[in-house]
């Protein structure tokens, strides 16, 4: 079965310092991985998603990812955080390789930058 | 263009009662899936529709129901409400080309209260 796990509830870091959210998978098969983002009282918005190729993925608002395989990890990253980026973020990986699947989530990690 | 619109945004309901929920894709996306967000359980896939028909769900009772319309706008449903039904129902609409590129974006959500 497709999983992933986020290792942490809470990540903090300052403004202006590159933040790191982890993510790590277990698929069976290629991995197609998504990092989505909600803000208060919001929906998921989608940040960026990991399909082939390059193992750096650059998403919107300055964000990316990194998938390396051999730790089975997907982390997101940033080089410079902004107050304005806290919110919760969650790693998802897609199960099902047909037309119709469905998204695996991780359980969320809370980013708090702090001015 | 337009994001996923979801109606209503907040409801109350009591123990019992019946809600219907409902949202509209993004224009041209024929694909919505449903999910449930709680504190407790975090994001759970409920169902799936394409082309009117139900392509996949998740493990939930048969008190969740949904459908789709022509117009690929979706409802789902929930009866007997229970306390434990109190959630962010988050719906999501995808091109569906039956490409692994395929992305899920998601609307506001409606925010269901039970009492």
Same mark, same amino acid.
């Given at each position: ?6 290792? @942490?509830?809470?990540? $903090? ?8 959210? &982890?993510?790590?998978?277990? #698929? /069976? ?34 964000? @990316?990812?990194?998938? $390396? ?8 990253? &940033?080089?410079?955080?902004? #107050? /304005? ?31 | ?115």
């Amino acid at each position: 079965a497709q999983s992933v796990a986020q290792p @942490e509830d809470q990540v $903090n870091v300052a403004e202006g310092n590159p933040l790191t959210v &982890k993510c790590t998978y277990s #698929v /069976s098969g290629n991995p197609y991985l998504f990092w989505y983002v909600q803000y208060p009282n919001r929906g998921l918005q989608f940040l960026l998603k990991y399909i082939t190729g390059d193992n750096l993925v650059k998403g919107s608002y300055g964000f @990316e990812a990194e998938f $390396n395989k051999s730790q089975t990890s997907f982390h997101l990253k &940033k080089p410079s955080a902004l #107050v /304005s980026d806290s919110a919760l973020y969650f790693c998802a990986v897609r199960d099902g390789m047909d037309s119709s699947y469905k998204l695996i989530f991780g359980s969320g990690t809370r980013l708090l930058v702090r001015p | 263009k337009a994001g996923v619109t979801q109606t209503p945004r907040y409801l109350i309901k009591t123990r019992g009662q019946q809600v219907t929920l409902s949202c509209s894709p993004i224009s041209g996306h024929r694909s919505v899936s449903w999910y449930q967000q709680t504190p407790g359980q975090g994001l759970q896939f409920l169902f799936e529709y394409f082309s009117e028909t139900q392509r996949n769900k998740g493990n939930f009772p048969g008190r969740f129901s949904g459908r789709q319309f022509s117009n690929s706008r979706s409802e789902m449903n929930v009866s007997t409400l229970e306390l434990g039904d109190s959630a962010l129902y988050l719906c999501a609409s995808s091109l569906d080309r039956g490409l692994s590129t395929d992305t899920q974006y998601f609307g506001p959500g409606t925010r269901l209260t039970v009492l």
